[in-house]
């Protein structure tokens, strides 16, 4: 009786063990490949499954159909002569309709796919220039992953996207490349300095000719006002019908307008007048400036 409950216990045990071992779950986002006797049997999505126990189904890989990315470094030149090296971010995943292809047709899918960029690369790059490298690196990181994706595509695997993250020239070529960028700047600097200093001195001079041209306005408009005051007292002493011909009345007139200019320099007070010490000599200017008034 205690033999028979013995190999019960153990039936039991050897029954819960191959139930158990029949049982796998696979996660979401991911398949299983189960195969029976070494050949390919079924795909096992995301859930609770049941096998053949005692290695007649065999859970042989799991594989994820999360997007991924694959980061690599290629090195290679530009069409001047410029050796760069590139660093390119590319995102993939398996094909869900085709995990066997992807499964049983490549052993390093990560490798495989860094040779199909380096290759589209190095036979993209060398066709352009450095300048042209930098201005057109997401033209070429779209062509590299259409030449890319298609290749792979026949692998079960789909190229998402390729990005070119980073483009570093030799050490050499970037310390040239920065001193041709700041010697641009500083000339570009000093013609701007230039050009502030040409305004300056243009603005300065207009300024100064614009000044003696109304100064001069000024005085053209003081002499008139002149003659036009000793015109009007001309017409207003022959209009009062005084006894004076015109050369006396002129003396008058300019005989006043020198006194009237002494008053000024002495309101001035810091000007120095030389007069004639003879009585006499008052007559002798108001005769010189008639004779050059008669005389123009």
Do not use: C, W
Not at 7 to 16: D, K, P, Q, T
């Amino acid at each position: 009786m205690i033999l028979v409950l013995i190999l019960s216990v153990i039936f039991l045990l050897l029954l819960l063990v191959l139930v158990l071992s029949s049982i796998y779950v696979v996660r979401q986002q991911s398949v299983a490949i189960v195969e029976r006797f070494g050949r390919y049997q079924k795909t096992a999505t995301s859930g609770i499954h049941v096998r053949l126990p005692l290695g007649i189904d065999r859970l042989v890989a799991r594989i994820e159909l999360r997007l991924l990315q694959s980061e690599i470094v290629v090195e290679t030149k530009t069409k001047d002569n410029v050796f760069v090296t590139l660093n390119i971010a590319t995102q993939y995943r398996v094909n869900e309709s085709n995990v066997i292809d992807a499964y049983y047709k490549l052993i390093k899918p990560v490798s495989q796919i860094k040779s199909y960029i380096e290759d589209a690369l190095r036979s993209s790059v060398p066709k352009l220039t450095l300048d042209e490298l930098f201005e057109k690196k997401d033209e070429i990181a779209l062509e590299v992953q259409n030449q890319v994706a298609e290749e792979m595509s026949t692998y079960g695997y789909e190229i998402v996207k390729t990005l070119i993250t980073k483009v570093e020239p030799d050490a050499e070529v970037k310390q040239s490349m920065n001193e041709i960028n700041a010697a641009q700047r500083k000339r570009v600097a000093a013609q701007e300095l230039a050009e502030a200093d040409k305004i300056k001195i243009v603005t300065a001079a207009e300024a100064e000719a614009e000044k003696d041209r109304l100064h001069g306005v000024g005085i053209a408009q003081q002499r008139k006002a002149i003659v036009d005051g000793l015109a009007e007292s001309i017409r207003e002493l022959k209009d009062a019908q005084v006894s004076l011909n015109e050369e006396q009345i002129m003396s008058i007139l300019l005989t006043n307008q020198y006194l009237d200019t002494l008053n000024s320099f002495a309101e001035a007070g810091n000007s120095t007048v030389f007069l004639p010490g003879q009585p006499e000599g008052v007559e002798d200017i108001r005769t010189q400036i008639l004779s050059a008034l008669k005389a123009r």
